[in-house]
């Protein structure tokens, strides 16, 4: 059974550092990654996904991610963050033909001037 | 626009009451969940759908059910609400491997 690891609950960092929120994942087959962002009081918004092809995926606002098979790995990394920044992070794993859809238990990025 | 509505924004129950939360689609999409979301657990999936009246468990089904009649809705019942079913509830749809998940505005219920 497929499950999702977000290896630290809370992230704090200063404006303008880099930043990188971790996610492992375990599956007996192939898998599709994704990650959220969820601002506060809003919705979940996709950041970005890797379905296939090559293993560093960009997204959206400055973000981008790694898919590492061997370690079972896709981590997701800024290289300047923002207070706008601020917000829950999921990365989320679909696999199978029907693709069930499980997700991480989140990060909390906070982004401090 | 992808539209997934659920019901209800917020709603109140007494406990042992049976729930219905419903969750509609515009999209055509075979995939469908149920999520439950909490402080520090994250999204927990509840049931999933891939397909006119198909249905799998997910991580905690323990206490609900579900239906798909047809392609556009697919509704999450608690057949007897109890205090630890206080969630919030979000639905969400999947076109397959190639698309994006979009999700409902959620249902905040609570379960007195």
């Known amino acids: 059974a497929q499950s999702v690891t977000q290896l630290d609950s809370q992230v704090p960092v200063f404006e303008e550092a880099p930043v990188e929120l971790r996610c492992n994942y375990s599956s007996s087959v192939s898998v599709y990654l994704f990650w959220y962002v969820q601002y506060p009081n809003q919705g979940l918004q996709l950041l970005l996904k890797?379905?296939?092809?090559?293993?560093l995926v960009k997204g959206i606002n400055g973000f981008e991610a790694e898919f590492n098979k061997s370690q079972t790995s896709f981590h997701l990394r800024k290289p300047s963050v923002h207070i706008s920044d601020t917000a829950e992070y999921f990365c989320?794993?679909?696999?199978?033909?029907?693709?069930?859809?499980?997700f991480g238990k989140g990060t909390l990025l906070t982004v401090n001037p | 626009d992808v539209k997934v509505t659920q019901s209800s924004r917020y709603l109140v129950k007494r406990t042992g009451e049976k729930v219905f939360l419903e969750c509609v689609q515009d999209m055509d999409h075979e995939n469908m969940f149920w999520y439950r979301q909490d402080p520090g657990l994250g999204l927990r999936l509840i049931y999933f759908?891939?397909?006119?009246?198909?249905?799998e468990k997910g991580d905690i089904p323990e206490g609900y059910s579900v239906s798909r009649e047809k392609k556009e809705r697919f509704s999450l019942i608690l057949e007897s609400a109890s205090t630890n079913q206080t969630s919030m509830y979000l639905c969400?749809?999947?076109?397959?491997?190639?698309?994006?998940?979009?999700f409902g505005q959620g249902t905040r219920l609570t379960v007195v």
């Open positions: 969400a749809i999947l076109g397959g491997a190639n698309t994006e998940a979009f």
């Open positions: 759908s891939y397909d006119v009246k198909m249905k």
């Open positions: 890797y379905l296939s092809g090559s293993t």
């Open positions: 989320a794993v679909s696999e199978g033909s029907n693709y069930k859809l499980t």
